[in-house]
């Protein structure tokens, strides 16, 4: 594991979910209702955990606001995100409640079959109050990311200071079911990247099936969303701006071993780009690039993640 050095121009607070994940990999093709014997690694995730360790190794000096339990498993989230350098101070601790766990069960193809998350309910405990009172501690931040781990009333609260503070604020809506927190009005929002399903949920289209991304977008960024990334899993992604930025992006040939984690790489590497003033379709090829590396490994986040390999992998998309 390599962090990189980190600068005060890149620093990030991410708002969300962090869990302790045990994902289990099928020896053979997973068939229901039956037993399927399997591998398992304990691991780490939650969305805007898993972003901010992306950024970690990108130089980005990170902060994470999320929830913990008070049990074994907040402990080895703790350390594990202690070794990272990433700051956890403002988090909140639940009392008598037990962090969030994530079950997965990986075919052989890398794909996910099934999963199942428990312990959410503390983040609903989390308050609008809470979030202002850690708020003071984030002002000179100007860069924002944000899950829908939280309630709806403290999504909009954040929603709203980061509009009027004029933070840079990206959006992931983690499911179709979590992204109906997300407010109609998403005036503020600079950039929201949402999966096929999300993006279904969002506009009311049902993507996936008609294929007709380009009608989703159009309702997404009616919203007031400024930049909208579509992923597509290993048919890449559908980048749209309310500029009129309208194109498709093939994504980098990978030897899939688990896309667990790959839509968190993406948003790193597009966080990245962008923190270099990149036009938006660059950024969305990092974001591509580091999504093909973390899709290669059974961790959640690639070890091997860094600028250089980002470029690299860049670089091996050019010559495709």
Known sequence: MH????????????????????????????????????????????????????????????????????????????????KLNIRTEQSFVMQGMQTGFYHALIDVTGDLYVSAVSNLDIYQLVTVEMIEGVWSSISQVQSVFLDTFFSAECIQYILARCKGEGKCLTVNPVSPLESMKLPEDLTGVQLLVASESEASSLSGLSVKCTGDHRSAADRILARGVESLVITCADKGAYCYNALGVNQHI???????????????????????????????????KYGLAAAALTVQEKETVSKTLSVDTIENTMRLMRDM
């Open 3 to 82: 962090l990189a050095k980190q600068t005060s121009s890149s620093s990030i607070v991410c708002f969300g979910g962090a869990n302790v994940d045990r994902k289990h990999f099928a020896h053979k093709k997973v068939q229901p209702r039956i037993t399927n014997h399997a591998s398992s690694v304990l691991t780490f995730g939650g969305v805007a955990r898993n972003v901010s360790e992306a950024l970690c190794y990108l130089g980005f000096d990170t902060s994470l606001i999320t929830c913990f339990g008070e049990d074994a498993d907040a402990e080895l989230l703790r350390n594990d995100l202690s």
């Open 250 to 284: 093939a994504p980098p040939k990978a030897e899939i071993v688990d896309t667990i984690g790959a839509g968190d790489s993406f948003i790193a590497g597009m966080l990245y780009s962008k923190s270099k003033n990149d036009d938006f379709l660059t950024s969305c």
